[in-house]
């Protein structure tokens, strides 16, 4: 897709001059998207960034990263210029409809923009990072991650369950089976934490002991590992996310009980692997949320995106329980830190104008 064309996060065979901050279709690698619907099944996935996710054989090195091995290594100072040239040049917003025929409509999520071709849907992950219900700035090459990362995953859990995607051509881009979207966001999660108004550690520490139907016990602390991961849903709301029940799910229709219970062992089964995962590579998956839609055929489908660094929480396994034992925060290579620069600056939730991200915030997020 040449209407997509962006650097890559080897800079060194990319120059500059391939970005494009707003996707447009001027120079048209496909005319029509009518040629969706003679794609063949999609039986593999790009080949995963060597960024997001080191070799299996790297594992046992990769246990022992620590946040002093990110900020000193070589490959920061190889990719940290092209970041830092990229500030003003995001992927931020796309626009097709005028340009590519066949396109019906456009949905502008928080992060994805998405373009209804009739069977299919095209999904172009943008840059735009979101946090709070709104959109906090734009984070160099944080679309191609997101996406990158998201296929990597998708290809290697389809032993637990079916995923929506057909093809991927381009890295911000995925071509998706359409599907009928629960309305419910299924959030995972192994340990007492967070900062929005949904987290878990922020509701703890109000007094709620009983949260989206699981009951906590006194005495936790914060970035404790829970006993046993544990599923708290919430609704897709068009400006707020809210908490909601299995109950409630069931009773309000969002679901049949059917539906809620495949997905639900659905989540729990790919949360639990990824946490596998993440273990061997040294990082801990510490909660993400899934999405699943249902197919013409009735089954239920995987969607969306992924244990991305965007939908979860990672921490460095490393340095964990030192500094759990220490009362300090963990190491994390996500968004969190540039969540809670906001939280101590403004009140994301109400300010109607947010300070801007400073820029070596937005670098180093960018980073990691």
């Keep these: 897709m040449a209407q997509c064309v962006r650097s890559t996060l080897t800079p060194s065979r990319t120059p500059q001059s391939l970005f494009t901050r707003t996707v447009s279709a001027k120079n048209q690698a496909f005319a029509s998207v009518s040629f969706l619907r003679t794609l063949p099944e999609f039986k593999g996935y790009p080949k995963q960034c060597s960024v997001v996710m080191s070799c299996q054989g790297n594992a046992q090195r990769q246990q022992q990263l620590s946040l002093d091995d990110l900020v000193t290594s070589n490959r920061k100072g190889e990719v940290l210029g092209t970041i830092q040239d990229s500030l003003s040049n995001c992927l931020s917003d796309t626009n097709l409809l005028e340009t590519v025929p066949g396109l019906k409509s456009r949905i502008k999520g928080k992060v994805r923009d998405i373009y209804d071709a ?126 909601i029940s299995p109950t409630e799910i069931v009773e309000g229709g969002f679901m049949t009980q059917a539906e809620f219970e495949e997905a639900s062992m659905k989540a729990l089964s790919l949360f639990e692997f990824g946490q596998r995962v993440a273990k061997e590579h040294g990082v801990i998956l510490v909660d993400t949320k899934y999405e699943f839609g249902k197919s013409s055929d009735g089954s239920i489908l995987l969607i969306d995106e992924i244990h991305t ?18 009362g300090l925060e963990p190491e994390n290579v996500d968004k969190e830190f540039l969540r809670l620069w906001f939280k101590e600056n403004c009140n994301p939730y109400e300010d109607e104008v947010l300070p801007a991200a400073p820029a070596e915030l937005v670098t180093e997020l960018a980073w990691r």
């Design 118 to 243: 009739g069977d299919y849907l095209v999904l172009i992950t943008t840059d735009r990072l979101s946090a709070f219900d709104r959109n906090l700035a734009s984070i160099p090459f944080k679309g191609q991650v997101l996406n990158e990362t998201s296929l990597w995953w998708f290809n290697n859990t389809q032993h637990i369950t079916p995923n929506a995607i057909v093809s991927s051509p381009d890295r911000n881009v995925v071509i998706a089976k359409k599907c009928s979207v629960f309305p419910i966001e299924f959030v995972v999660r192994g340990y007492v934490t967070g900062s929005t108004d949904t987290s878990l550690w922020t509701v703890y520490k109000k007094g709620v002991r009983n949260y989206c139907g699981n009951a906590l016990s006194d005495g936790l602390v914060k970035n404790q590992k829970l006993p046993a991961n544990i599923l708290t849903p919430t609704t897709k709301a068009e400006d707020h996310d809210v908490p």
């Design 309 to 326: 660094p965007d939908s979860s929480r990672y921490w460095l396994a490393g340095s964990y329980e030192e500094r759990f034992r220490k």
